[in-house]
């Protein structure tokens, strides 16, 4: 008789793993109502003749001090955060920015829409992070920034990062779409380079719904991305004086309202899957064959999105990573491979589909030749091809989700001769 799921047996999680998400309550009720009922829906300061409180500018304020920064720009969502942070930065047409090649789209197509080219590096086998190394050997004179992304929320090597950043003077642009939390040195992310950019898109580990902000120390910066993110104007300035091509990116003030609320339970959220994803790690230790990555003692915080599974088929009797995943996701885990394929061989990248006039790519400003689809990164490549296993940050708010989980990978080991 079979045991296992996939062949017929009694699954560990009946009906699949349930975990919340969003999580609200009538404090986050109450704040849309207010919203709703004070006639201030727009965050625009211009809008109004009377000064109005905005919970759009009271949340940049707080959630640009939960991070330890001085700025908050808030937007739409996390890829307007990038543009308005590249184009703040001055990133341009023939500029190169160096992304990983792990990572969501929008980390790329960021660069794209300001006209700017990315330019893929390979990631750390034990961090899945960008690999310092691999930037430091793709640095031209054409390069303008780094664009780190601390990919799942695990914090990219940010002291090596900002060392080759100062060296070859160039612009930081933290993706910290998905590390909402996560701590560097004790530092949070997306407050050590020179702009920090996050996503509140409903599945992250802080939402509204959609939404993003951009991060930053710098005062003149913070101007730029206000300017960039509301229609050319400048901060404090008249309604209907524009300084710069630019379109709209501003936040509602629904949004601002329940981010507040959402922020003001953010520490402690964290702090679970924190505790829960370090005992999670530690227990994989004790299972042949599967992993969770590197336990970094500078990574003081991992805020999650993503929980990362390293899978080593040779030590799984050679059964194959999405073999074992199917069996995972028939005893109630869902899993997946997060996104798929190192960004180079998406079909924008690998078919150069830049329209009728190739721009950016074949700009007379860049000078130079890119062919997307040559790009290698082999590290990338198999981690995506046979090792990743990606569990959702939901599941690490409950011990005892993580210990079903746990479960679950241990009954397939045990029969695992019913997988061949
Ligand atoms: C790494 C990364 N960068 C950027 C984004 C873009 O954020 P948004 O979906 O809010 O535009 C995301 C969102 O999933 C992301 O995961």
């Not at 704040?31 to 965050?43: D, K, T, Y």
Request: proline content about 5%.
């Amino acid at each position: 008789m079979a045991k296992l799921a996939i062949k017929g047996g009694n699954p560990v999680i009946p009906g699949g793993l349930k975990a919340k998400w969003p999580i609200f309550d009538d404090a986050d009720k109450k704040a849309l109502i207010e919203v709703l009922e004070s006639g201030r829906w727009c965050s625009a300061g211009w809008y109004f003749k009377e000064p109005l409180e905005s919970r759009v500018a009271q949340f940049e304020k707080e959630f640009a001090e939960w991070n330890g920064a001085k700025y908050g720009i808030a937007t739409t969502n996390g890829t307007s955060s990038l543009v308005l942070a590249l184009k703040a930065g001055g990133v341009e047409a023939g500029d190169e920015v160096i992304v990983p090649a792990v990572t969501f789209i929008a980390s790329a197509t960021a660069v794209i829409l300001v006209n700017a080219i990315p330019i893929f590096v390979d990631i750390d086998p034990d961090t899945y992070q960008i690999s310092p190394e691999r930037i430091e050997e793709a640095i031209t004179e054409k390069t303008k920034a780094i664009m780190p992304v601390h990919y799942g929320g695990y914090p990219a090597d940010m002291d090596k990062i900002m060392e080759i950043a100062k060296r070859h003077n160039l612009l930081v642009i933290e993706d910290a779409a998905e590390a909402h939390g996560s701590e560097w040195r004790g530092r949070r992310v997306g407050s050590i380079g020179d702009m920090g950019c996050f996503s509140f898109q409903m599945g992250k580990p802080l939402t509204c719904g959609e939404g993003g902000i951009v991060l930053t120390d710098n005062e003149e910066l913070k101007d730029r991305c206000y300017s960039y993110g509301d229609l050319g104007r400048m901060p404090g300035g008249e309604k209907y004086e524009h300084y710069i091509p630019a379109g709209n990116n501003r936040m509602t003030e629904f949004q601002g309202a329940l981010l507040l609320v959402q922020l003001s339970r953010l520490e402690e959220q964290t702090n679970i899957r924190h505790e829960n994803g370090e005992y999670f790690a530690r227990e994989l230790e004790k299972i042949e064959g599967i992993s969770a990555l590197k336990r970094d003692p500078r990574v003081t915080k991992r805020g999650y999105y993503f929980y990362f599974l390293r899978y080593d088929q040779s030590r799984w009797n050679d059964i194959p990573r999405d073999k074992f995943m199917e069996a995972l996701r028939a005893e109630g885990v869902p899993c997946s491979t997060a996104h798929n394929q190192p960004l180079y061989k998406n079909p924008l990248f690998r078919e150069m589909a830049f329209g009728k006039t190739g721009c950016p790519v074949s700009c007379p400003l860049y000078g130079k030749k890119i062919d997307y689809s040559k790009v290698s990164c082999p590290v990338s490549e198999r981690v995506y091809e046979s090792e990743v296993v990606a569990l959702g940050k939901d599941f690490l708010m409950e011990r005892e989700n993580v210990d079903r989980v746990l479960e679950a990978i241990y009954k397939i080991r045990e029969n695992i001769d019913e997988l061949k």
